[in-house]
């Protein structure tokens, strides 16, 4: 074969080493800055040191990790975000999941408000100005009140809808 012939080697090593040094590309300066970022390449002399690689910065936020305090048990550690109802409806889901979290004991193993005692809660439990008005509470407002617990506690609150008999759904609080 022609290619293995040792002076057609040579040539085309000194052909491809000046055609990539003199390419418009840049290949040879983009693949040393590569070199530089990754942290592969060799000491140049001359050539300044003020970037930092990515295997430099990876171990910089290991240390710094580290170094961070976390919370030893589940009561160490302290929620960040306190939910800050605006509008009427998030009154209301904030008001019946604090009424769920202090006044509802716990039955089955479990923190939950049936049909019935929601309808009792937002009679008589829920604070006057946000009482629905009239002798009917309907299964629609309910429903937005339940969701809306859902959404400002998305992972305390369930909304649980049995599968056979009468299908009411139910509230359940899991700390």
């Not at 961070?68 to 960040?80: G, L, R, V």
């Not at 009917?136 to 599968?163: C, G, H």
Request: hydrophobic share 35%.
């Amino acid at each position: 074969m022609l290619l293995e012939h040792p002076a057609v080697q040579s040539f085309l090593d000194i052909f491809f080493d000046a055609r990539l040094a003199t390419s418009d590309l840049r290949v040879l300066k983009r693949l040393s800055a590569l070199e530089r970022k990754v942290g592969i390449d060799e000491d140049i002399p001359g050539e300044e040191e003020d970037e930092v690689t990515i295997t430099e910065r990876i171990q910089d936020i290991e240390s710094r990790l580290d170094n961070q305090a976390y919370p030893e048990t589940a009561e160490d550690f302290e929620p960040c975000l306190e939910v800050a109802p605006k509008t009427t409806l998030e009154n209301k889901a904030y008001e019946l999941v604090e009424y769920l979290k202090a006044k509802v004991k716990p039955r089955k193993n479990e923190i939950f408000m049936t049909p019935r005692e929601f309808y009792n809660f937002m009679k008589n439990e829920i604070s006057e100005d946000l009482r629905l008005k009239g002798t009917k509470i309907s299964r629609q407002s309910k429903k937005d009140v339940f969701e809306k617990a859902r959404e400002l506690y998305p992972n305390n609150v369930f909304i649980v809808k049995k599968s056979f008999g009468h299908q009411e759904t139910v509230i359940v609080w899991r700390p």
